[in-house]
T-cell receptor
Framework: EPEVTQTPSHQVTQMGQEVILRCVPI?????FYWYRQILGQKVEFLVS????????KSEIFDDQFSVERPDGSNFTLKIRSTKLEDSAMYFC??????????FGPGTRLTVL | GEDVEQSLFLSVREGDSSVINCTYT??????LYWYKQEPGAGLQLLTY?????DMKQDQRLTVLLNKKDKHLSLRIADTQTGDSAIYFC?????????????FGRGTSLIVHP
């Protein structure tokens, strides 16, 4: 069964550094998403992406964040200058029609 | 605004039924979802229900929707130790051409022998 994959599984970085989290959505899916889950808190929506542009973003998704689909398979989330409070699990998701989203296993980001 | 509430813990004996309850606030939610998260893993879509349905059954899983009370439940029949996980309820809103889920905090289901 096709799955969403994410790399790396764990990323440790110093505050102020840039990080890029990578996702490979399910191949025939058209809508892509990023979410984050701070330890012990709810899963929060960050951004949705369709037809090579952002279709919606939350207030969390400020100018420090950007997304890109650099080729036909990868979907990336860049955090330009990480802060301590960016430490969280980041989940990528995709869907073919926009109704039921399939999530990847997540990347744990630790900012020191 | 949207908000989803669910109890944090549920403990059941193996073989019993589990019922996980959830309340939501957005009456315009079209899809309501149940996701399962095992330790160290991502969110696995378990099942979903469309807002014009009252019930959906899928093998051991039964979803009940009371739209008037904005109450969603997930019943797991014959609960097994492998069902131990965190279960997330989510309502959704249509935005940017797709349905964006708003998640609850998750219910930790503990199944003991």
């Amino acid at each position: 069964e096709p799955e969403v994959t994410q790399t790396p599984s764990h990323q440790v970085t110093q505050m102020g550094q840039e990080v890029i989290l990578r996702c490979v959505p399910i191949s025939n899916h058209l809508y892509f998403y990023w979410y984050r889950q701070i330890l012990g808190q709810k899963v929060e929506f960050l951004v949705s992406f369709y037809n090579n542009e952002i279709s919606e973003k939350s207030e969390i998704f400020d100018d420090q964040f950007s997304v890109e689909r650099p080729d036909g398979s990868n979907f990336t989330l860049k955090i330009r200058s990480t802060k301590l409070e960016d430490s969280a699990m980041y989940f990528c998701a995709s869907t073919i029609r926009g109704d039921t989203q399939y999530f990847g296993p997540g990347t744990r980001l630790t900012v020191l | 605004g949207e908000d989803v509430e669910q109890s944090l813990f549920l403990s059941v004996r193996e073989g019993d039924s589990s019922v996980i309850n959830c309340t939501y606030t957005d009456s315009s939610s079209t899809y309501l979802y149940w996701y399962k998260q095992e330790p160290g893993a991502g969110l696995q879509l378990l099942t979903y229900i469309f807002s014009n349905m009252d019930m959906k059954q899928d093998q051991r899983l039964t979803v009940l929707l009371n739209k008037k009370d904005k109450h969603l439940s997930l019943r797991i029949a014959d609960t097994q130790t492998g069902d131990s996980a965190i279960y997330f309820c989510a309502e959704s809103r249509l935005s940017g051409g797709s349905y964006i889920p708003t998640f609850g905090r998750g219910t930790s289901l503990i199944v003991h022998p």
